[in-house]
């Protein structure tokens, strides 16, 4: 399995006088959502445990962590991670003016667990790059070292992967040196 990513060629402008330059800009392509439906059906197929039963302890899962996180408790979830609230705040110099107008946005935390950044750092990445008409100009597959972003540290974690790259020709039918 990889992780699909588009590169499409856009005209950006960095303010509004210049004409700007085109660039690839790179997105995840969008998978389809999941229902809780489907998710309840294929964990009590996984499972041997009734859908119905699978449904209970899934709204109970849900209700015990909403629950608990609210309280302050970092929530396991299972072969995911944890999940926590926490919050965005102004710092002021004095005890006296700490006040609640202080905190600008909460915060849901999500910390992946050491084997869901494997997983994704051994994941492969599929790029397919568009040039500005929507026509297809080249594809690459896991050129980096796998680095998974740590939100919670600041910190990163690698993975050796290797990668090949399959490019489209240059104006006079050799291969494009042209990167990202």
Partial sequence: MALKVKAVERLLKFDKESAGKYRYVMKPEMYSTLTQTKVIKE???RSGVSQGVMKACWDAAGEVIKAWA???HSVALPGLGTMRFGLRSKAVESVNDVKAGLITSR???FTPSVDL??????TAIQITCYDRNGEE???VTSGDDGTVEDNETG???ES?????TTEGGDDNGGPSDEGL
């Fill in 107 to 109: 915060r849901i935390i």
């Fill in 117 to 122: 950044k494997d997983e994704l750092a051994g």
């Fill in 70 to 72: 609210t309280e302050g």
């Fill in 155 to 157: 910190t990163s974690t």
């Fill in 43 to 45: 964990a009590a197929l």
């Fill in 137 to 139: 100009v080249k594809r």
């Fill in 160 to 164: 050796s992967q290797g990668g090949t």
